[in-house]
């Protein structure tokens, strides 16, 4: 059973920073790639970061970088995204994504994400 839970969400004041944690269940750490989206109204869901499980190899979108940092705790089974200097535009909802690791860290593609957890809700006010 593969199994992620985010957490962390909430409101926000634009420039301030938040952390989100998602809880993995899932069958063979070592082979997965997990992966942060996120999801504004009225838009598509949009790639956001990457980190292999077992080496920790990170991967950004382009307007992430400097802001935003993936990361993962083995021990805890846990992955985060802290996010620095939010931005109005940063408001959506927060998904935590795992897949195969076989391919390259770089694959963005929403659909090659074979497990996702159910979201957590980001607001950044202006």
């Known amino acids: 059973q593969v199994r992620l839970v985010e957490s962390g969400g909430g409101l926000v004041q634009a420039g301030g920073s938040l952390r989100l944690s998602c809880a993995a269940s899932?069958?063979?750490?070592?082979?997965?790639?997990m992966g942060w989206f996120r999801q504004a109204p009225g838009k598509e869901r949009e790639f956001v970061a990457a980190?292999?499980?077992?080496?920790?190899?990170?991967y950004y979108a382009d307007s992430m970088t400097g802001r935003f940092t993936i990361s993962r705790d083995k021990a805890k089974n846990m992955m985060y995204l802290h996010m620095n200097s939010l931005k109005h535009e940063d408001t959506a909802v927060y998904y935590c994504?795992?897949?195969?690791?076989?391919?390259?860290?770089?694959?963005?593609?929403?659909?090659?994400?074979?497990?996702w957890g159910q979201g957590t809700q980001v607001t950044v006010s202006s």
């Open positions: 994504a795992a897949r195969s690791s076989l391919g390259s860290i770089t694959i963005t593609t929403v659909g090659l994400f074979d497990y």
């Open positions: 899932l069958r063979t750490f070592s082979t997965y790639t």
């Open positions: 980190i292999t499980w077992s080496g920790g190899d990170t």
